[in-house]
Nanobody, 125 residues
Framework: QVQLAESGGGVVQAGGSLRLSCVAS????????MGWYRQIPGNQRELVAT???????NYGDSVKGRFTISRDNAKNTVDPQMSSLKPEDSGVYFC???????????????????WGQGTQVTVSS
C-alpha cells in the first residue's frame, strides 16, 4: 500500500499562483510515477501533470505553459507550481501514484493507481 498526503490547496484570484505538494509513504517502489489529477463535479477526473522517477513529465493540454511539476526522489514528493490560474482551473485536485507507464492513464482506470484524499482549489474571477 502507498499513502499520499496532500497540501497547498486554497482560494486564489484569477491570474495568481498556487503551489501544491504531495508526499508518498509506505510501499513506495523505486521506479514509479507521481502526479496530479483534478475533478470538477459531473466531469471525469482529468490529468493535470505527472512526473516519473526518471524525470519524464506529462501535462494536460489545458495547463501546458502555465503549470510546472517537479519532484524530489529522495523525499518522494511531487510539487506542481500553478501559475496564471483561471476560474476553470477550479476543482478538487488529487495526488496520484502508479507505475511510470500507468500514471498518465489513470483517467481511464483510476483503480490502477493510489490516490490522495484531494484538496480544493478555487480560482475566483
Amino acid at each position: 500500500q502507498v499513502q499520499l498526503a496532500e497540501s497547498g490547496g486554497g482560494v486564489v484570484q484569477a491570474g495568481g499562483s498556487l503551489r501544491l505538494s504531495c508526499v508518498a509513504s509506505g510501499n513506495v517502489y523505486d521506479i514509479h510515477g507521481m502526479g496530479w489529477y483534478r475533478q470538477i463535479p459531473g466531469n471525469q477526473r482529468e490529468l493535470v501533470a505527472t512526473i516519473t522517477t526518471g524525470g519524464t513529465t506529462n501535462y494536460g493540454d489545458s495547463v501546458k505553459g502555465r503549470f510546472t511539476i517537479s519532484r524530489d526522489n529522495a523525499k518522494n514528493t511531487v510539487d506542481p507550481q500553478m501559475s496564471s490560474l483561471k476560474p476553470e482551473d477550479s476543482g478538487v485536485y488529487f495526488c496520484a501514484f502508479a507505475g511510470p507507464g500507468t500514471v498518465t492513464l489513470l483517467s481511464r482506470d483510476p483503480s490502477e493507481g493510489y490516490w490522495g484524499q484531494g484538496t480544493q482549489v478555487t480560482v475566483s474571477s
